[in-house]
């Protein structure tokens, strides 16, 4: 198949999950194809254009530093190819975590990846459930109470005043719309700064704020779902636990130096996974990444979940090889049913 995937820069990406799951859809011997969100050309009569690298076929063997240093190599030309000749276009951008000066790369890459969908191209995830999901701690919100902790979104300094005073003085305040644990403070009962913590964090637009687990010390776990099930490669599954760097950080996010380990899937991860599966499948929403303290969900990553890059270190299989079997599936389901299949039902069939 001939697969495309979409990063927020070529130059700048470092080696993630989006990395390890191309080389494994080289190592399959796929046409593979890699561009910046900034680089679709739209066409008045004819369908998008991509700025590509086009990776040339590589030894197996050779190591994932390698095989990306050949990537970011200015000696790859880009070539221009039409989206029409793909199978598939994979959306690993993440636009939560452009920078002030590149806000148009915030939607555009959903945007193309919309139209670009309508013309038969499989897009993962769903561009259409994309838009939708956009901002996801709101989607997160969508998802049943019994399985989140109390929550309130708001750019009120009263209501967040009146929401720290309802939970026992003690909550975790976040932007709306932010990554990587960025801007993320714990209030307790001694509101230090609390004003010019609110002024900053509703400067970026609204607040949630969040009941505190005190369960969160001992961190937190990604499980990593693909089709609305728990990625699962030679008899282990995608469950990461990921340990606070120190005592005094609450916040388990691996991009500030939080420890990835093996977790065990307990009935309490289960039921969660059990009961937002069937949303993130009728969404569309191929890759899904949840963040589980103890008994509740405390955040949801459909924009570009992370983690698989950790997995080999920690004893767990990379689960890229299965990841990319699934997209294998999906083009062979295409074929046999003809074409019939809506993106936002193939995206989720297992």
């Known amino acids: 198949m001939k697969i495309c995937f979409v990063i927020s820069d070529i130059e700048t990406e470092a080696i993630g999950t989006s990395v390890v ?19 679709f050309i739209f066409h008045h009569d004819k369908p998008i254009s991509l700025r ?52 148009w790369a915030e939607h555009s890459g959903i945007a ?13 995830n769903d ?56 801007d993320v403070y714990l209030i307790d009962k001694d509101k230090k700064n609390l004003n010019q913590i609110i002024e900053t964090i509703s400067e970026k637009g609204y607040v949630i704020a969040q009941e505190f687990l005190p369960e969160v010390s001992k961190g937190d776990v990604r499980v990593i779902l693909m089709n609305g099930k728990i990625l699962e490669e030679d008899g ?30 307990t009935d309490a991860m289960q039921r969660i996974v059990d009961i937002a599966a069937p949303k993130l499948i009728r969404d569309g929403l191929f890759f899904v990444g949840l963040d589980i303290v103890e008994d509740k969900l405390i955040e949801i990553n459909v924009l570009s979940p ?5 997995c080999e270190d920690i004893g767990l299989p990379n689960f890229t090889e299965t990841t990319i079997k699934a997209i294998e599936r999906k083009i062979e389901y295409r074929k046999l049913y003809k074409n019939s299949l809506s993106n936002r039902v193939l995206a989720t069939m297992d």
Request: proline content about 4%.
């Open 21 to 39: 799951l191309m080389k494994q859809a080289q190592q399959r011997d796929h046409d593979l194809y890699v561009m910046s969100v900034g680089d």
């Open 236 to 265: 282990e599954k995608a469950v990461i636990r990921r340990v606070n760097k120190d005592d005094t950080e609450f916040r388990s996010n691996l991009a500030l130096g939080a420890k990835a380990e093996k977790a065990k899937l």
């Open 112 to 124: 193309f990846a919309r139209m670009i969908q309508q013309s038969g191209v499989l897009v993962l």
């Open 127 to 182: 561009a259409f459930a994309m838009s939708h999901a956009f901002i996801d701690k709101l989607y997160f919100e969508e998802l049943p109470s019994t399985i989140k902790p109390n929550s309130l979104i708001t750019r009120s300094k009263e209501d967040l005043l009146q929401f720290w005073k309802d939970n026992g003085k003690k909550m975790v305040l976040k932007p709306l719309e932010g990554s990587g644990g960025q």
């Open 306 to 310: 992370g983690g698989l890059d950790y």
């Open 52 to 103: 590509c690298k086009k990776v040339p076929k590589t030894p197996k063997s050779r190591t994932v530093t390698k095989f990306w240093e050949r990537v970011q190599d200015e000696a790859l030309p880009y070539e221009v190819i039409s989206s029409s000749d793909l199978d598939v276009l994979f959306l690993r951008n993440n636009p939560t975590e452009e920078t002030d000066d590149r806000h």
